[in-house]
């Protein structure tokens, strides 16, 4: 079982306010989007302890229950499922606002009526629709 009070950088009895604290500042030091492409997959993994090890110890049921040493750590579904889907990757941001943004302007220029009517505007409705979707379900699943 990881030490998720190692990875904070914080005592056993700290306060709330504490492990708050120490997690703003790791997140500020190890954040990846300060470093360049060779370390920032490094940084991402740090990150993504830093993150587990707040969302544990910030809730006061969810630490009371490792500190007792009845966690059990589950697989983090999240971040495989956002690996597998590649929706941080910058390419998918990228078609993701070209979706978005080209079917509001058919819209807009059409009034409905094009978009309905041409193949181009289906897709580009629907793709943006189904990304919207994709990201809403792995939001609500955080």
Not at 31 to 50: C, G
Not at 51 to 72: C, V
Not at 118 to 138: D, E, R, V
């Amino acid at each position: 079982m990881k030490n998720f009070y190692k990875i904070l950088q914080v005592d056993r009895e700290a306060s709330p306010e504490v492990i708050h604290k120490a997690y703003r500042a790791l997140v500020h030091q190890y954040h990846p989007d300060r470093y360049h492409t060779k370390q920032k997959q490094r940084m991402e993994e740090q990150m993504r302890a830093i993150n587990e090890a707040y969302s544990i110890l910030s809730d006061p049921t969810q630490r009371k229950r490792y500190d007792s040493g009845s966690f059990e750590q589950k697989a983090s579904v999240p971040n495989q499922t956002a690996s597998n889907t590649n929706m941080g990757s910058p390419l998918f941001r990228v078609l993701f606002w070209f979706l978005v943004t080209a079917s509001i302007l058919t819209l807009l220029r059409g009034a409905g009526r094009l978009l309905l009517v041409t193949p181009l505007g289906k897709i580009l409705l629907l793709g943006g629709l189904a990304y919207l979707a994709i990201w809403y379900y792995k939001r609500k699943q955080r």
